[in-house]
């Protein structure tokens, strides 16, 4: 065999490669659809969300983006402090710890902004961190689809609730977390 057809030889096998992993991850991420499926964890009434940055490349970098120059754009994440360039992960996980749902999103709108999205198809309660407060879209949620957001009060917050209530709801999260069935509490 000369140099030529080796070349290609090695090219060819390269290609067939690439080809086997992409076909593969497809594979992959429909068997972990499937799994959360099967294993009845796209159904917990209780599912954590949360977003976390997705950075693409270094901000100095951000201007000579050729990959994704009309979808990633630039971002903050307050929790970690940090400027991004790129797309911000969407997460919902269930009590076990199995990812639900995981939607990419936007790197510059507000949390509060995906909160639609990352509760697509599900119906039940939802603790969330402080980037998900909203008592207006919050009380559609509840009102339209049957999800309760459940989200630490801030500090200058006024709320309607006596410090019993608080109490009741926080022991009512922790029970239905620690996998306490949650059709007990129905009427």
Request: one cysteine or more.
């Amino acid at each position: 065999m000369d140099r030529d057809n080796f070349i290609i030889a090695v090219f060819l096998v390269i290609c067939e490669h690439y080809q086997a992993v992409k076909r593969l991850w497809q594979i992959k991420a429909a068997i972990q659809k499937r799994l959360v499926i099967v294993s009845g964890q796209a159904n917990d009434p209780v599912q954590v969300i949360d977003t976390r940055p997705l950075p693409v490349c270094v901000l100095t970098r951000a201007m000579r983006d050729h990959c994704f120059k009309t979808e990633a754009d630039f971002g903050y994440c307050a929790a970690k402090d940090m400027h991004y360039y790129g797309f911000k992960l969407g997460l919902r996980i269930s009590r076990l710890g199995m990812i639900t749902h995981y939607p990419l999103l936007a790197a510059r709108p507000h949390d509060i902004q995906s909160l639609d999205t990352l509760l697509e198809d599900f119906e039940g309660m939802a603790p969330a961190d402080k980037g998900f407060i909203d008592e207006y879209r919050q009380s559609l949620l509840l009102e339209r689809y049957r999800i309760i957001v459940v989200t630490p009060v801030r500090k200058n917050m006024q709320t309607n609730f006596s410090k019993s209530q608080v109490c009741l709801v926080t022991t009512f999260c922790y029970l239905l977390w620690a996998g306490f069935p949650s059709n007990v509490f129905e009427n």
